[in-house]
């Protein structure tokens, strides 16, 4: 049994008179590739499986569609309408009575309020619920990346920018989003996982003082790899070859995964990463070598100064 | 310093009026990489690295391509020639003296001589030696895959196969190729490791019946993946639509890199593999369920028997 309705995506194919279907699955819900296959076969459809890892929609499997005539992909909203791709959001129903552990953390009465595409159809119940409480709650349209009112990134904090609020409310699991929000915005931010009603202020020197030194570490290196993304919503060509033109030590690399079994092999004393941002940060410590975002290396080059310091982000132009 | 001389390499790419160029290595090469790089970039190249895993001719970097004029394949031998490809072999000499330590595992006065594409430019001076010690040594083309004369690889056993001779030696590193020779022809093989000089009679029986094993564990599997690879020359479409009508529980999975961390976040039970026909013998260890290759799950399906087992190849047709 698949945890993934099917019966109205299979109308909808059907209704578009397609037979040939890839499906694509982020790593959390890759379990449900199976029976969710299995109903598609049932009701007649040929299916093929992306057996690829993908962590967003800005890793589209052109090579699964290439063996169909369309992919669904699951999970994820658009950062990028392509024809043959249908997106499929994977809801979470969360209680917003949660949101009430972040209160006594709040400073003021006023919040920008910021979730992750999972959590976004509840955006309007949950500032409706904060407001209910007594707070302004202003909410926000992200760019083209990250579409929905009050949806954030890994790679794109501008619902969370646009607020122009001081103080912002993200409900989500994890640091990372909240951190970024941070440093994007400048704001102090509250971080509420939704599940377990966890509640916490959000700090981020700790972050920037780990990449300080993982800049430190990369200052003499001999050999520096520019990587470029292969991935459908990650390839930053025009960003790299502008990189690699500032140090004569340094080539672009293409990589499709970006793992630490990889930059071991090649054995570059350093790396830049212009793929997905939140690897640089997040990865580090699996990585045998620095690998800073594109700011970090203008820091060490010489052509960004350290109050310069900005989180990587994947913006629309 | 590159170990690989890229001079003429450099004299070949100006003739034909070249300035991007992209480099791929296999993973016993990678390291050179930055050196050839850099080398070509002082040539006034503009280089790009491929930092995707690469493990034979059958994994060109399309998307490496894709930001270069030409691509320049470093260690193998063609198994398809494809316009802009350069494949660069990358020779190892070694000392053909280090054969006698063979002889005296050898019981006739005949037998056909194989190696690997980084020792087949000495085939006949190690067919010389041989016959220089009494003994008639038969060396065979192989075919498109493997096109050099005397040399196998891992999922090609034809030159091997065309000796006809009862006796094989092989010259190389591992026991992966010559256990792969012995199922393919039913001939007695020799293996001779020509740096260490250790020469040993290669034995398939724990091979098969390791694979027995795997293939029972697979009899009662719910779901099961039929692995189609979408590296250059490794994808048989053909093959894998024909698998997967043998079973209601079957479905095709795409995949870039046969990884066990991608194989457990699917979760199927069992899957058959169409990639590189290595993996599932070399790889099981490494996997959190049965990997079969075709002719087994042929087997388990029972539509083959038992006495037909065959090792998998890409054979040109």
Sequence with gaps: ??????????VRLRSRGLSRVALQFPAGLKREAWPVAS???????EVVISGDPCYGACDLDRDALA???VLVHFGHAPVEERENV???TVRSVIDVGALAAALPLLSGRSLGLVTTVQHVHQIDE?????EEQGFRVSVAPGDGRAPLCGQVLGCNFQAAR???????LYVGTGLFHPIGVQLATKARVIALDPYTGAAEEVDASRLIRRRFAVM??????????????TKSGQQRLDLARRLVLLSERAVLVTMREVCPDELLNLGFDCYVNTACPRLAYDDQVRFPA????????????????????????????
Excluded: H, N, Q
């Design 126 to 130: 949950m500032a409706a619920f904060l």
């Design 67 to 69: 063996l169909a005539e």
């Design 216 to 229: 430190e570490k990369a200052r003499d290196a001999e050999s520096i790899g520019i990587i470029v993304s």
């Design 86 to 88: 249908i997106y499929e």
């Design 290 to 317: 620095p690998v800073l975002s594109p700011a970090e290396f203008e820091i060490i080059c010489g052509i960004r100064s350290f109050d310069d310091y900005i989180i990587d982000e994947f913006l629309s132009a």
């Design 39 to 45: 109903a598609l076969r049932e009701a007649g459809f």
């Design 162 to 168: 646009s607020t122009g609020a001081e103080e912002i």
């Design 1 to 10: 049994m698949s945890l993934i309705p099917t019966d109205d995506l299979i």
